[in-house]
């Protein structure tokens, strides 16, 4: 699938019918035990988390949750969390961290809700304390891009030792719509900014962003779910045994951060 452009990458990666976090949860775990709630005000169906085990192996798992059906989107809020949904998550980071556990998270939203009540309850407090807290976790952190990853909302889970992608995955600041209407005032050259935003798999394993494209069937992961479960698994399993050799987990993301996007001057003589 090599010949698809940007916007058709953008178009695959927001297919209705493709692999979310719960079919990859459903795929992947075995003793799910599913965790609700900040502690602190509402349950945000849009975050999902749970304890479940990996291969026998106990790990926390965390994604966003667009839902199936238009109720299901209603309630999840099509992917877009509040700020209760990123303090669950950080809740349930804290917990991973006390008993050890590996954590991975299924990364899928178009960006955290911008609405008024969301910044009333402290939606950029919410954003920055996950950043904070993932950037410090001792346990090995591994993230998959599984359809879109749009801008804060999506880094808020993805700060992690490992940062995977679907083959037709996006990942960006924000989406190509926004992206048009800034730069050009006109939202219909969407397609157009996604040529431009390097913000395909592809695009971000090449500038070191991510780690590595996970490749997907002939027309896109919803074509052929399992076979894309399988090769998440794959990697998974091997990345995770990666990390379990290294000493300092939290360095290693540190360094792993700070070296996007740095450049060599040479100067000359």
């Not at 009333?120 to 410090?136: N, R, T, W």
């Not at 359809?147 to 679907?166: D, I, Q």
């Not at 894309?228 to 399993?237: D, E, G, I, K, P």
């Amino acid at each position: 699938m090599n010949n698809l452009t940007a916007a058709q990458r953008v178009k695959l990666a927001r297919t209705p019918g493709r692999p979310g976090t719960l079919d990859f949860v459903n795929a992947l775990f075995t003793d799910i035990f599913v965790c609700k709630g900040d502690r602190l005000g509402r349950e945000d169906p849009s975050i999902f988390g749970a304890i479940a085990r990996f291969h026998g192996k106990p790990v926390t798992v965390l994604g966003h949750r667009k839902g199936r059906t238009f109720e299901e989107n209603m309630k999840c809020n099509f992917g877009m969390p509040s700020p209760e949904g990123y303090r669950k998550a950080q809740r349930l980071m804290k917990q991973a961290e006390k008993f050890g556990r590996p954590i991975i998270t299924f990364v899928d939203t178009p960006g955290a809700y911008p609405g008024l009540e969301a910044e009333a309850g402290g939606q950029g407090e919410a954003i920055a304390s996950s950043l904070a807290l993932m950037s410090a976790l001792t346990v090995p952190v591994i993230s998959v891009v599984i359809g879109e990853g749009g801008s804060g909302g999506a880094l808020a889970l993805a700060v992690g030792n490992r940062v995977l992608m679907l083959e037709n995955a996006v990942y960006s600041v924000l989406s190509p719509e926004g992206f048009a209407s800034i730069l050009w005032k006109d939202a219909s050259r969407a397609d157009e900014a996604a040529g431009i935003m390097k913000l395909t798999a592809k695009d971000l394993y090449q500038l070191g962003v991510v780690d590595q494209v996970i490749p997907e069937p002939e027309g896109g992961a919803h074509t052929d779910a399992k076979a894309v479960f399988a090769a998440v698994n794959q990697a998974l399993t091997r990345h995770l045994n990666q990390l379990n050799k290294e000493k300092d987990l939290a360095a290693h993301r540190y360094q792993k951060f700070r070296a996007m996007g740095a450049v060599r001057e040479e100067v000359e003589p």
